[in-house]
């Protein structure tokens, strides 16, 4: 499978809102309501942050939200805040117990 | 609580193997399938494959075809990973990640392929 195509970079001010999209194909995001969202800090291990395409586990601010529209996948983040500044990945489910990842994008608060 | 607990670094010369070993605990160890991701320095995650551990099947990506073994242990409950004929683009740190939803990590194993 192809990686799922996202943004190399997103910027904004404290307290606006950003959105990071992640596209796919019909065979991965269009396909399966199974597109889930990771934060990542330089060295740490990634943390799920949205789950289902829409869903947050316990613990994870509503200001972190994500929607699904054809094949690409959005994650938003409102009120951004100086400890969102960290590296945001999509993945997806592909079928018969396969996923593919999308590249990353690095999320920097100005 | 759940926890996925990986085996320590390894310093690898090329066209050599490596085993990586994940152990979770905090829930019934065959309950729920196991995803193996990888992050080479400086890039992004990259799924590998999937173990469901209570009957064995696996799912391999296309690209670690033929070089990537995954097996578990249900005596010690643990899942293993082997990767062969190493090279230096095989430098990465490698992950164990719970479900579909990878919803909980290992804490990552760092393996250097270096001559």
């Known amino acids: 499978q192809s990686a799922l195509t996202q943004p190399a970079s997103v910027s904004g001010s404290p307290g606006q809102s950003i959105t990071i999209s992640c596209t796919g194909t019909s065979s991965d995001v269009g396909s399966y309501n199974l597109v889930s969202w990771f934060q990542q800090y330089p060295g740490k291990v990634p943390k799920l942050m949205i789950y289902?395409?829409?869903k947050r586990p316990s613990g994870v601010s509503n200001r972190f939200s994500g929607s699904k529209s054809g094949n690409t996948a959005s994650l938003t983040i409102s009120g951004l805040q100086a400890d969102d500044e960290a590296d945001y990945y999509c993945?997806?489910?592909?079928?018969?117990?396969?996923?593919?990842f999308g590249g990353g994008t690095k999320v920097t608060v100005l | 609580q759940v926890q996925l607990v990986q085996s320590g670094a390894e310093v690898k010369t090329p066209g050599a193997s490596v085993r990586v070993s994940c152990q979770p605990s905090?829930?019934?160890?065959?309950?729920?399938?196991i995803n193996w991701v990888r992050q080479a320095p400086g890039q992004g995650l990259e799924w590998m494959g999937w173990?469901?551990?209570?009957?064995?099947?696996?799912n391999i990506a296309q690209k670690f075809l033929g070089r990537l073994t995954l097996t578990t242990d249900t005596s010690t409950a643990t899942i293993y990973m082997d990767l062969t004929s190493l090279t230096s683009d095989d430098t990465a740190v490698y992950y164990c990640a719970r479900t579909q939803l990878l919803d909980y990590w290992g804490q990552g194993t760092f393996v250097i392929v270096s001559s």
């Open positions: 173990i469901t551990p209570s009957n064995g099947n696996t």
């Open positions: 993945c997806s489910y592909a079928g018969s117990n396969s996923f593919v």
């Open positions: 289902e395409g829409h």
């Open positions: 905090g829930y019934t160890f065959n309950t729920y399938g």
